[in-house]
């Protein structure tokens, strides 16, 4: 007799008589379970705990209800579209270093650029340009772009890219020229579409409504590759070569390989429903969602170490100055944790 345990990795065959006891044979089957092929989905048993139990080693009024989150020219930025303003924040005093007045309802996020801070406006439908020197808004460019406010805003030397809604879908990426603010190139991508995330030479854009990544050559405009993930993709981040995507339909983390396109595997995190977000840093992807604060994947084994839950009104997450940086909307702060302090599996 022959059973065969299969993925597309590995095969084990056990023969009769080959010495193999059911309890091997289950431990074989479990580390399988635990360790599938390449783009499947890995789902394994995490320790769950309160979000009383995460290491905060400083927590920063703001007041209002700060939101996005950005790390950038030496600092933490946060959003506080209750307010109208952009927070700045000293990681290292961990005080308040500025309050910056922006438009009606700053949403979207925050892009952090060489010597600029770009933000989005909802209510207004803006797109403002900060000099953190003077401590203002030095340019104002009318936009048009979904009121829902769910996104992501990113810059580089060429330019300010966000996602337009002039045809009332969500489906145009837009491209700014970070001098004058004019319009330098629009570029149909999905429906629905919100979080934009530049690396690897490129623009990657996720379509909550065709359930696709959307990657474009930001020389030539065109669609380098549409990657399908898991329903409703959202939130996005850049790490140890991967795109990760975090979709809200089930709360699943998706590992895109730049290289060929694909995806290299899905991590059941647990974390379905609106909101969240996604960060890397510190050997980990972080992730937070409405109710959950935090959820650690490790970057090498790609499993979850660990989640945080039973807290609503903290679902912005950033890693930077080696901390993790969660906003608390709730109650007005910004939370900084020392990963250093968190459980080690």
């Not at 989905?41 to 209800?65: N, Q, Y």
């Not at 952009?86 to 290292?92: A, E, G, K, S, T």
């Not at 608390?328 to 944790?337: E, S, T």
Request: glycine letters at 12%; one cysteine or more.
């Amino acid at each position: 007799m022959r059973l065969f345990f299969l993925n597309s990795r590995s095969c084990v065959i056990l023969r009769s008589g080959s010495g193999f006891s059911i309890t091997a044979i289950l431990a074989i089957m479990a580390i399988l379970a635990r360790h599938p092929a390449s783009g499947q989905e890995k789902t394994a048993e995490f320790a769950k705990l309160d979000a009383s139990a995460l290491p905060v080693s400083a927590r920063i009024h703001i007041g209002g209800d700060p939101d996005w989150l950005a790390i950038g020219l030496g600092s933490v930025w946060v959003s506080v579209p209750k307010n109208n303003e952009i927070v700045r924040i000293d990681p290292r005093h961990d005080v308040v270093q500025a309050r910056i007045p922006v438009d009606q309802e700053p949403c979207y996020g925050i892009g952090v650029g060489r010597t600029r801070v770009w933000v989005l406006n909802c209510k207004s439908q803006t797109l403002t340009r900060i000099d953190p020197e003077k401590k203002n808004v030095d340019l104002r460019i009318s936009v048009s772009i979904a009121d829902h406010g769910e996104g992501s805003i990113a810059v580089d030397d060429n330019g300010v890219w966000f996602v337009g809604n002039e045809d009332g879908h969500s489906s145009t990426l837009v491209h700014v020229d970070p001098i004058d603010g004019g319009v330098l190139r629009k570029i149909p991508v999905g429906p629905e579409s919100a979080v934009v995330t530049l690396g690897f030479g490129s623009v990657w854009v996720t379509s909550s409504g065709d359930h696709k990544v959307y990657r474009i050559d930001p020389k030539s405009g065109n669609i380098a590759a549409r990657i399908e993930v898991a329903a409703k993709p959202r939130f996005t981040t850049i790490g140890a070569g991967s795109v990760w995507v975090l979709s809200q339909a089930d709360g699943s983390v998706t590992r895109i390989n730049p290289a060929t396109n694909s995806v290299q595997s899905v991590i059941n995190a647990g974390v379905p429903g609106a909101g969240g977000d996604i960060a890397t840093g510190g050997a980990c992807v972080w992730v937070a969602a409405a109710g959950t604060p935090l959820t650690r994947i490790f970057l090498q084994s790609e499993e979850v170490a660990d989640q945080y839950g039973n807290y609503k009104g903290a679902d912005a997450i950033r890693f930077g100055f080696n901390s993790v940086w969660i906003s608390d909307h709730g109650k007005g702060d910004v939370w900084k944790i020392d990963p250093g302090k968190l459980p080690v599996y």
